[in-house]
């Protein structure tokens, strides 16, 4: 394949999946700036929101996980400690089941119970939180909160310029990766998708499994080209081999 009809291969992958995600980070940016009226709203009155401000959110966070290319498990908000009066931390949460019934997830923040659900040390909050900017975190297993094997994308909340949370949602690798397979399907020769930590997210190939770590010696025999995740500071790596797919084992 020539140079060219490979940078077009390539365009076009990375093209279809942010059309596949696009409508992700659209909807975690209207839980956002929903969250951010409610702050100023509770600003000007001279106080912090409570828990009952937040219940407003339920109904974006039905609509992003009715998003039908994609089976997203949980969609909500997630707080920074003390942001909420009546609250140290907390999660405004909901999961979508198969049956298209949609509940309220509870988890324990209690910071002696064996099962406390410190979400400020995971990926998808701590990086958000650190850089200011969206993440893209996973495959991995959400052990305390829903047991899925998901990829969780993450936008921050902001009170004015002070961080207050994240915006988030959890997709489902395995509604995920078919899309991404499809599009790696396309070119010739054995393709792997990595995300920012350098694991697989999807392959056309069995050589790679979701999850896989590739490392730098491995990755050093592969052509590499970064896919933006819709205009944000978040990629992707696809690494391209050089011997055809229907060879590969």
């Known amino acids: 394949m020539s140079d060219e009809a490979d940078r077009a291969e390539f365009a076009e992958f990375a093209s279809n999946i942010n059309v596949a995600i696009?409508?992700?980070f659209v909807g975690l940016g209207v839980l956002s700036a929903q969250v951010a009226c409610i702050w100023k709203q509770a600003r000007t009155a001279g106080g912090r929101p409570r828990l009952r401000d937040l219940r407003c959110l339920e109904a974006d966070a039905v609509r992003l996980l009715g998003i039908d290319s994609l089976r997203i498990h949980g969609?909500?908000?997630v707080l920074a400690p003390g942001e909420v009066a009546d609250a140290d931390m907390h999660?405004?949460?909901w999961c979508g089941e198969s049956d298209?019934?949609?509940h309220p997830l509870k988890l324990d923040f209690n910071r002696r119970s064996d099962s406390f659900y410190n979400y400020l040390t995971m990926p998808w909050y701590s990086r958000v939180r650190d850089t200011g900017k969206p993440c893209v975190a996973g495959p991995f297993v959400d052990v305390n909160g829903t047991e899925e094997y998901i990829v969780a994308f993450s936008v921050p909340m902001f009170d004015g310029d002070r961080f207050i949370g994240v915006a988030a949602a959890d997709v489902s690798l395995e509604s995920l990766e078919p899309l991404l397979v499809?599009?790696?399907m396309r070119f010739p020769n054995e393709a792997v998708l990595l995300n920012a930590d350098g694991r697989v997210l999807a392959a056309n190939t069995?050589?790679?499994m979701a999850g896989d770590?590739?490392?730098p010696r491995e990755a050093s025999n592969?052509?590499?080209g970064v896919v933006g995740l819709n205009a944000f500071p978040v990629y992707w790596t696809v690494m391209q081999g050089q011997s055809p797919r229907n060879s590969m084992v």
């Open 222 to 224: 592969y052509r590499c």
């Open 100 to 102: 298209h019934s949609v």
């Open 75 to 77: 969609a909500g908000v």
């Open 206 to 208: 069995p050589s790679w």
């Open 213 to 215: 770590l590739v490392r």
């Open 91 to 93: 999660i405004e949460w």
């Open 22 to 24: 696009g409508n992700i």
């Open 182 to 184: 499809r599009g790696l």
